[in-house]
């Protein structure tokens, strides 16, 4: 269990190509609405929601990044702590799925393996699709990560994303809790070993006559 005042929070990265749907997925699970028109993001922005999750509340900061090369420099900075990530192509925009690689690389380079997911999104316009579905999963299996279709725009498989995400980070920090207390308690039974032998090694108090 975790310290039951503690309150966990974690900082999402929602990253992939411009237009993707980035900032209207974000929209969409903190503020419930999703708006047609487009409107390029700046640099960051970040909106959040609390969430129950096994009971834990779970607060998500979900930060939307710019998927414009011009902003780069700005964004980079925003990976730094990142904790959990979502990489998003669109269904009709393949130049956004073959990003996807240098996209994992850019975050990864900031904050090393943390709990990651790939989303395709807008898969309402499965008619106008660019992109198999083998190849997106052949994707998905070659860099490990679970994989969900959806479509911010009918509100599908967007809840699931990020519930995914706060179940593996919350699972990767009970694992590493445990780990570090594995670790305290080979130390102290080290340390219990080698005042044993110590003391074995001393001479008993009756006994301080003899030669020692
Ligand atoms: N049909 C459809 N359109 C969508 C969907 N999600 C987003 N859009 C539209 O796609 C366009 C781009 O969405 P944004 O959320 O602004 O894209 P973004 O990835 O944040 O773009 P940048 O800020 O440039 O990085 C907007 O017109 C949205 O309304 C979807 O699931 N289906």
Known sequence: MLEEDMEVAIKVVVVGNGAVGKSSMIQRYCKGIFTKDYKKTIGVDFLERQILVNDEEVRLMLWDTAGQEEFDAITKAYYRGAQACVLVFSTTDRESFQAIDSWREKVEAEVGDIPTVL????????????????EAEALAKR????FYRASVKEDLNV?????????????????QTAEETEVVHTTSNK???????W???????NDYNSSW
């Open 119 to 134: 989303v395709q999104n807008k898969i309402d316009l499965l008619e106008e699709t660019v992109i198999k579905n083998e």
């Open 143 to 146: 860099l490990k990560l679970r």
């Open 159 to 175: 809840n699931e994303v990020f519930k995914y995400l706060a179940e593996k980070y919350l699972q990767r920090l009970k694992q």
């Open 191 to 197: 340390i219990a070993l080698d005042l044993h032998q």
């Open 199 to 205: 003391s074995a090694h001393k001479k008993p108090v």
